[in-house]
């Protein structure tokens, strides 16, 4: 082969590699999760354009997560507490797996705070989560 032909090989090998559109904002988003903690609900929004929410306060709170400051953190609760979930649903066969995936970013605010300040609660806690398939909603 000539090395014009091999330099374009190369060239177009090099295009067809990399990451894909999807994980670069898997890998942008799972960065976000990780500051949200101090920022209000709405600015999680914001940052988590795209994403499906889902929101609960259950009756009795889940145990903390690392790096969480809600109140009684890191040992248990204080308060009740309200999870707000961002769910992304790829569709990149490099991300996923044949029977799709998910992943997304869980927070926490104050049950108190949401109520009293709705997307102005302080989120307290935050954690990235993934998985394949896809779970049943």
């Given at each position: 082969m000539s090395r014009r032909v091999l330099l374009?090989?190369?060239?177009?090998?090099?295009?067809?590699?990399?990451?894909?559109k999807e994980r670069e904002l898997f890998e942008q988003r799972r960065s976000?999760?990780?500051t949200l903690v101090g920022k209000t609900v709405l600015q999680a929004e914001?940052?988590?354009v795209g994403s499906a929410k889902a929101e609960s306060c259950p009756a009795s709170s889940p145990p903390?997560?690392?790096?969480?400051?809600?109140?009684?953190?890191?040992?248990?609760?204080?308060?009740?507490i309200c999870i707000q979930?961002?769910?992304y649903l790829p569709n990149d066969p490099g991300l996923c797996s044949p029977q799709g995936c998910f992943?997304?970013?869980?927070?926490?605010?104050?049950?108190?705070?949401?109520?009293?300040?709705?997307?102005?609660?302080?989120i307290c806690a935050a954690q990235f989560f993934d998985g394949n398939p896809v779970p049943p909603f």
């Open positions: 374009l090989a190369a060239a177009l090998l090099a295009l067809g590699c990399g990451k894909s976000v999760c990780g914001q940052l988590l903390p997560i690392a790096g969480d400051t809600c109140p009684g953190a890191p040992a248990a609760y204080t308060e009740p979930e961002f769910v992943y997304g970013c869980l927070t926490r605010t104050t049950a108190a705070d949401r109520t009293n300040a709705g997307t102005g609660a302080v």
